[in-house]
């Protein structure tokens, strides 16, 4: 995040707050005031926007902090950059499997030294198996149960032939991989 301006980290916060703030568990006046904050920091002006006054203001903000929706920074001012990493997990919820996987693995051919989504870790659990990402958190119910349909389609469509095939060509690909380096 570090690597984008103020100006463009306040514009994407503000897409993705909108298309994202029901997902997040905002209400409307929750959006309307966190929005507001976005584009402004006078308390004056967020109240003219807004229309709630100061102790309503701080009421909500100590509301969505409780909830764990929003946090503070170091100046005591909503944190832009934890808001956007909460709204880019939700997306990613969002998203369905399959096209996070494409979206992922094209940058991951332009890049292979990175991971991508689908570098996964199956993790043994008392009940089945679970599902960890590359940034160590698990992934979501939805995209497990996603991966499980996919994962079924695969098995059901495929055959012992074609994974030879498939694996021969990976093979040949990683091998002018390093040839190439």
Request: no cysteine; charged share 35%; aromatic share 8%.
């Amino acid at each position: 995040m570090s690597t984008i301006s103020n100006e463009q980290l306040i514009a994407r916060l503000s897409k993705k707050l909108l298309r994202y703030h029901r997902h997040l568990g905002l209400n409307h006046q929750q959006y309307v005031l966190l929005h507001t904050f976005i584009q402004y920091d006078d308390i004056e002006t967020i109240e003219d926007i807004t229309g709630f006054k100061e102790d309503k203001i701080i009421a909500m903000l100590e509301e969505m902090m409780n909830a764990g929706l929003i946090d503070l920074n170091e100046d005591n001012e909503v944190d832009l950059e934890h808001l956007y990493n909460r709204l880019e997990r939700v997306e990613k919820d969002m998203t369905p499997l399959r096209e996070l996987l494409v979206q992922e693995y094209k940058k991951y051919y332009d890049h292979p030294d990175k991971k991508y989504f689908g570098h996964i870790e199956l993790i043994p659990m008392t009940k089945g198996i679970g599902v960890r990402l590359q940034d160590g958190t698990m992934m979501s119910l939805k995209h497990v149960r996603e991966l499980s349909k996919e994962l079924l389609i695969f098995a059901q469509s495929t055959t012992e032939e074609d994974l030879k095939q498939m694996n021969l060509r990976f093979r040949k690909e990683k091998e002018q991989g390093k040839e190439k380096k």
